[in-house]
């Protein structure tokens, strides 16, 4: 059994080289990823009862970055003193990642691996999936791995796509076909998840829910925002029981 979808991995692939680009494909993300780093710091600080007086206050935390591409969510949390494992079933994304990070000298452990091909169970206080289930081959699978790969009382944070009407005109029609931010057939609508049905999934495997919020983007500022619309873009941090 495997999470791995070829077709989905490929997608990310044949972009590879555009990863650090800010101006590239992946704009999108570094659009993306400041809400993404404020949100996750300030649930990972609340919960741990860490003060950012320091700037490597994560110190001492493991963290696996699932899906993690070319880095821009490892490199941050790197940055912060975390440990951080980054995996991709992607080679040429792991290589892309693992060049920027040399480059900007920071010792990130990247694997070229699926979660399920990980054995070191229990080993990590945080697991990111950030933008992933919606591409997983299959997702039960690809959450029953992270539970055994997270600590008991470890943190885990899930973002993904609502599939809603709503999120099938701005994610797809408007961000593939009109904006053009992203290339035609990134997203499958069918593979997004009503954030009830991956709350059920995480509640079924013993998975506490912290908190869920919407990230929301503001086109009259070009930023994005957090919001209670749950409709298009949302989060779920839970901890493992």
């Known amino acids: 059994m495997t999470t791995i979808n070829k077709e989905e991995i ?25 809400i993404r780093i404020q949100y996750i710091s300030e649930r990972i600080k609340e919960y741990f009862k860490l003060t950012d007086k320091d700037k490597n206050y994560l110190n001492g935390l493991k963290i696996l970055d699932i899906g993690c591409g070319g880095g821009l969510i490892s490199e ?21 990642a693992s060049v920027h990070s040399k480059k900007s000298n920071l010792n990130i452990n990247y694997q070229h691996k699926s979660p399920e091909q990980l054995t070191n169970y229990e080993s990590y206080d945080i697991i990111l999936n950030l933008e992933i289930v919606e591409h ?18 470890g943190l885990m944070f899930t973002a ?15 961000a593939e076909y009109i904006l053009r931010w992203l290339p035609i057939g990134t997203h499958d609508w069918n593979k997004f998840i009503k954030p009830e ?31 209670d619309n749950l409709s298009v873009n949302y989060i779920i941090c839970s901890y493992k029981n």
């Open 197 to 227: 049905e991956l709350e059920k999934k995480l509640v079924d495997l013993k998975f506490n829910t912290v908190d869920i919020k919407g990230l929301e983007f503001n086109p009259l500022n070009s930023k994005w925002n957090k919001t």
């Open 76 to 96: 941050p949390m790197a940055r912060l003193g975390a440990t951080v494992t980054g995996i991709d079933a992607s080679e040429k994304n792991i290589k892309v």
């Open 136 to 153: 997983v081959n299959d997702v039960n699978l690809y959450l029953e791995t992270c539970h055994k790969l997270l600590k008991k009382g």
């Open 10 to 34: 490929q997608k990310f692939s044949n972009l590879a080289e555009e990863w650090w680009d800010v101006k590239g494909k992946f704009k999108p993300l570094h659009m993306f990823n400041p």
């Open 160 to 174: 993904t796509l609502n599939r809603t009407l709503t999120s099938y005109i701005k994610a797809i029609i408007g």
